[in-house]
């Protein structure tokens, strides 16, 4: 035998004795205690045990983000007063990094971790702690040793007298207050409300569903978990069960709403505290539960391979954000229509309302839909002024180029399939295996549903900045698109036919929100618009032609009561606190109002795929409403 070949033999023989002599060492244990007992502090006590640790060099790692929230936010920046221990007495701790610290322990023993957390942002990506109640979330709290990621993690709360918990980590003997994650990526994606919180519950198909409301607002419970559970049930339907045993929602009512952030078997959703009525504002509320419990199987499960298991150390970039978010912004409204909780009306004027915020942004016609999600790291989370005019959201562009490739796949297919087939078949292949996909998979598989190309589409509308025709896309469903204005003119008795006009409307191009005191200030200058060069986000307003504007409504009607497109006035402001005046000529305006409405000559094709797609019969009178 040569002698590379005997080299050989020797190495593998050295490995596997190495793999064997691993496979013998014992496998630490992790065990945290999260002490919430001085809420008033706002300061979480942390203690880490971990028990039959190697002798050697340890680190201790934060993550630096938390998964459904893209943004570098350095939780490590919280975390104070560390103190590491072995057998009871200190070791020294040294930094390594901006959220990793390092240890030295000299034999196999029990190791302990002491530190606090600060904790006072209310929001769903982080953490909270104040008299009323604790929430974390685990990215912020929970270290990470070395690389162990796949061993189980224990988790004791000890929390004041009269408070209980609502957490997705299961619980272990039946102690309410501990609870194991098989790994440390479920620690991380299991937050935990801890408090007096109501909890209500129901269930589907035999799994326990909970509610846990931290706050008070004009909410009626009843409805609540009964249009939670009817959720629950159309999304159910469309994937064909629940991968889960149980599953908690955690709604957070204060004066402000934060959004809402997904897990594995659990979601936050915080919403403002009177947002449950009239039912305009409650539509809102459904639609940020439908769309985070979605994100169930959208994002959770089906995902590109780049989404999971996680890098929590650096940013984790893929170009489809626009699937991932904006088709579950597309797919969380459907489902709402299909459970009977949006009728055909509001569907389609929600639907309408997002096509008039898309063709306001003039980033449309600058980043695509495939930049967007690339780039979300550092633009969609960290806006500026001029953001309007160079980035587009994928949330947005993402649900209405959804919608249109649903008609379009039900077209082609003679409505056998939609775009819910494509993500069935991407969970099923891939999701349901606790696996990513490569991002070609994506077109490939509505390819593979159509029977047919989307080449041209996706270069179009998600890797280019073609404007999307939605009037084709809508026509195929026996749709149409009307853009008008609101009438200036109309008097609160005029009829509803006078309320609006074809007729375009002149435009200042800016944005105008309140400053201190009051005062007009510019927030964005769009670049479509005349005042792009001229007028800067900061600027006060105080004049048009030499006469005060007060309020945002004086300064419209001053516009479209007073001038015509194509005049010429004279704008006073205050920049850095210098008075100018400029000169511009006023724009069209864009459409404040868009509405889609049926065809009266749809054809019998175009009725049945609109029936196909909304689950609701063709009635014209009442989509016209």
């Known amino acids: 035998m040569p002698c590379h070949e005997y080299l050989g033999v020797f190495w593998k023989a050295w490995i596997r004795i190495q793999d064997a002599e691993e496979s013998l060492l014992p496998t630490p244990t992790f065990h945290f205690t999260v002490d919430c007992r001085e809420p008033g502090y706002h300061v979480y006590h942390m203690t880490l045990t971990v028990a039959g640790l190697p002798a050697g060099k340890h680190t201790l790692t934060l993550p630096v983000w938390t998964p459904g929230a893209y943004e570098v936010q350095d939780f490590a920046r919280h ?47 982080t953490s909270h702690l104040d008299q009323s109640h604790a929430y974390f979330n685990g990215a912020q709290l929970f270290f990470l040793v070395d690389d162990y990621k796949d061993q189980p993690y224990d988790v004791l709360i000890q929390a004041p007298p009269g408070w209980h918990v609502s957490t997705g980590l299961d619980v272990v003997e039946g102690n309410p207050f501990h609870y194991r994650a098989r790994d440390y990526d479920i620690l991380i994606d299991s937050p935990a409300e801890i408090g007096t919180h109501r909890v209500l519950t129901f269930t589907v198909d035999q799994k326990p569903h909970h509610i846990a409301i931290w706050g008070h607002g004009n909410e009626d419970a009843e409805k ?88 929590y150390n650096r940013e984790v970039y893929t170009h489809l954000l626009w699937a991932m978010e904006g088709f579950t912004d597309y797919f969380a409204t459907l489902t709402l229509r299909y459970a009977e909780l949006f009728n055909t009306k509001e569907y ?29 790291w550092i633009k969609l989370y960290k806006p500026d002024a001029d953001s309007p005019n160079r980035t587009i959201s994928y949330y947005l562009k993402g649900d209405l180029v959804g919608t249109c ?55 179009a509308y998600i890797n280019g900045t073609t404007p999307v025709p939605f009037e084709t896309f809508l026509g195929y469903a026996g749709l149409r ?50 005042a792009a060069d001229k007028l800067n986000p900061g600027d006060q307003l105080l004049a ?33 606190g210098r008075l100018e005046t ?3 000529v006023l724009g069209t305006a864009p459409p404040d109002e868009v509405k889609i409405l049926p065809e009266e000559n749809a054809t019998e094709d175009q009725k049945a795929l609109y029936e196909a797609w909304l689950r609701a019969p063709w009635k014209p009178e009442e989509t016209a409403q």
């Open 79 to 125: 975390v104070f007063n560390m103190h590491v221990e072995m057998d009871e007495k200190p070791l020294e701790v040294y930094h390594l990094g901006k959220s990793q610290w390092g240890f030295d322990t000299y034999g196999e023993s029990q190791v302990t971790v002491r530190y606090q957390v600060y904790a006072d942002e209310l929001g769903v990506d």
């Open 405 to 459: 490739l649903d008609l379009e796949i039900r077209r082609r297919t003679n409505r056998q399939y939609g775009l819910d087939e494509v993500l069935r078949r991407l969970y099923d292949r891939y999701g349901a295996h606790g696996i990513g996909f490569p991002e070609s998979v994506y077109q490939e598989t509505v390819e593979e549903v159509a029977g047919s190309s989307f080449e041209e589409f996706f270069q």
């Open 348 to 376: 389609l004027d929600n639907l309408a309302d997002n096509i008039k915020a898309y063709e306001k942004k003039p980033g449309r016609l600058v980043q695509s839909l495939a930049e967007s999600s690339f780039d979300t």
């Open 224 to 311: 609540l978990t009964h249009d939670v559970e009817a959720i629950v049930q159309a999304q159910r339907d469309l994937f064909g069960g629940l991968p889960y045993d149980h599953y908690t929602f955690i709604l957070h009512l204060s004066d402000r709403g934060t959004g809402g952030l997904e897990h594995l078997n659990s979601t936050t959703c915080g919403t403002g505290r009177f947002a449950y009525r009239p039912r305009k504002k409650y539509r809102h509320v459904l639609q940020l539960i439908s769309h985070e419990f979605f994100h169930l199987w959208n994002v959770k499960r089906i995902h590109p391979e780049m989404l999971g298991p996680f890098d």
């Open 481 to 530: 698109l009307e853009r008008s204005y609101k009438n200036p003119n109309a008097d609160d008795d005029d009829t509803k036919d006078k309320k609006t006009t074809g007729q375009p409307l002149p435009w200042l191009g800016v944005d105008i929100g309140t400053g201190d005191h009051q005062t007009l200030v510019v927030k964005v200058s769009y670049t479509s618009g005349p």
């Open 544 to 576: 048009i032609n030499g006469y005060q504007v007060k309020t945002e409504e004086d300064l419209k009607d001053r516009i479209t009561l007073d001038h015509a497109i194509g005049d010429t006035i004279e704008v006073s402001y205050f920049r850095r």
């Open 582 to 584: 400029v000169s511009l």
